[in-house]
């Protein structure tokens, strides 16, 4: 079964904190992506980073950063120097066989 | 470039009345369509999906029902909504196997009365 699970239900931090969201995901199948999506208040999800099971190289773009570590299934992603803009749900999802799942969300707060 | 559209933006039915969500894709061709509701305050769940025109595969037992009459064209429905229906939905695109990334409408929030 495949299954996606994002434990922080909601993190509150400070304007330049660094965050780091957890995501931990199941799967029986050796080739599969892995996704971190962002909601704003706005509601339209935003796509920030795509990653196959087959490539582990971390990724680091601008102030975003992403750790995937196949050993513990999980795909991390971390925010450094976080502003007020960062403000949103974070979706993690897992894709294979044409279904994409989702974890639960983690609602980052950015407090000025 | 690629756009998805998906409309009614806001809806407010009473328990009992029909539902139509639509969605369309422009320029890509055989796409993987996708519906998925978000709860208020909760994740987002898969409803249904469509690899090709005619073909709905539901991942959850409920009134709704999905149809793609089109090869960019999905709709949602029901015949008799109920108040747990209620959410966001969104509609979303995939060019297919092996490409993974998934990009979403604006999403449709249905308020059940």
């Known amino acids: 079964a495949q299954k996606v699970t994002q434990a922080q239900t909601e993190i509150s931090v400070v304007e330049k904190e660094d965050v780091t969201l957890d995501c931990v995901y199941e799967t029986r199948d050796t080739t599969y992506y892995l996704f971190w999506y962002k909601q704003p208040p706005s509601g339209e999800l935003v796509f920030l980073i795509r990653?196959?099971?087959?490539?582990?190289q971390n990724e680091i773009s601008g102030r975003y950063s992403w750790n995937f570590q196949k050993s513990t299934s999980s795909f991390n992603f971390t925010i450094t120097a976080s502003q007020v803009v960062d403000s949103a749900v974070y979706f993690c999802a897992l894709y294979n066989f044409n279904k994409f799942y989702f974890g639960s969300g983690t609602k980052l707060n950015v407090k000025p | 470039s690629q756009t998805i559209h998906q409309w009614p933006a806001t809806l407010v039915q009473p328990v009992g009345s029909p539902l139509s969500l639509e969605c369309t894709v422009e320029g890509t061709s055989n796409p993987n369509l996708y519906w998925y509701r978000q709860a208020a305050g909760r994740g987002l769940q898969l409803l249904f999906y469509s690899v090709g025109i005619g073909q709905i595969s539901s991942e959850v037992p409920q009134n709704l029902s999905a149809s793609r009459p089109q090869d960019r064209q999905f709709i949602l429905s029901s015949k008799k909504l109920l108040l747990s229906d209620s959410g966001f939905y969104l509609c979303?695109?995939?060019?297919?196997?092996?490409?993974?990334?998934?990009?979403f409408g604006e999403g449709s929030r249905l308020t059940v009365l």
């Open positions: 990653r196959n099971s087959f490539d582990e």
């Open positions: 979303a695109w995939s060019a297919g196997p092996n490409t993974g990334e998934l990009f």
